[in-house]
């Protein structure tokens, strides 16, 4: 089952696109522009929840006429906000997971703006042992911080 984000027909589940499996039941949060007739779909994000307090993001995609304006990295701090002030999330982990053109240096640069270390899915603070081995064997370079 797809779900449909009005002007966002082209979510896919984080498994379609090569994340862990985990990151399907996550919560999608969807940056929205006001336009003068209606709101137009920039971009989501998605997170998940795989142990207190400690988050499992990613799976974001920007429209392709909003790119190159800083929109990604605002839907990504937006989303760490309200997953410490709503969520009461303590720490954030990301899979870089490169889709459409981008390169995992370009992720790179981005997540270490935003305050990320690499820290490997073994390195995952507060995450139980088979958690950190299902991200282990998405092969994704995995990325976090604290908050």
């Not at 990504?76 to 995992?104: D, M």
Request: aromatic share 8%; with cysteine.
């Amino acid at each position: 089952m797809r779900r449909e984000v009005e002007g966002l027909s082209v979510h896919r589940y984080a498994s379609e696109k090569g994340y862990p499996n985990i990151m399907d039941r996550g919560m999608t949060f969807v940056m929205l522009h006001d336009m003068d007739c209606h709101k137009h779909a920039i971009g989501y994000t998605t997170a998940t929840e795989i142990d207190e307090g400690v988050f499992l993001v990613g799976n974001t995609w920007v429209d392709e006429d909003s790119r190159g304006h800083g929109y990604h990295a605002d839907l990504l701090k937006w989303r760490n906000e309200e997953l410490k002030e709503t969520f009461g999330a303590t720490h954030i982990y990301t899979c870089l997971n490169p889709q459409e053109g981008v390169s995992v240096k370009q992720l790179e640069e981005t997540v270490s703006k935003l305050g990320y270390k690499k820290v490997g899915a073994m390195g995952m603070k507060n995450v139980r042992l088979f958690l950190r081995v299902h991200v282990l064997c998405s092969g994704l370079p995995v990325w976090g911080k604290e908050l």
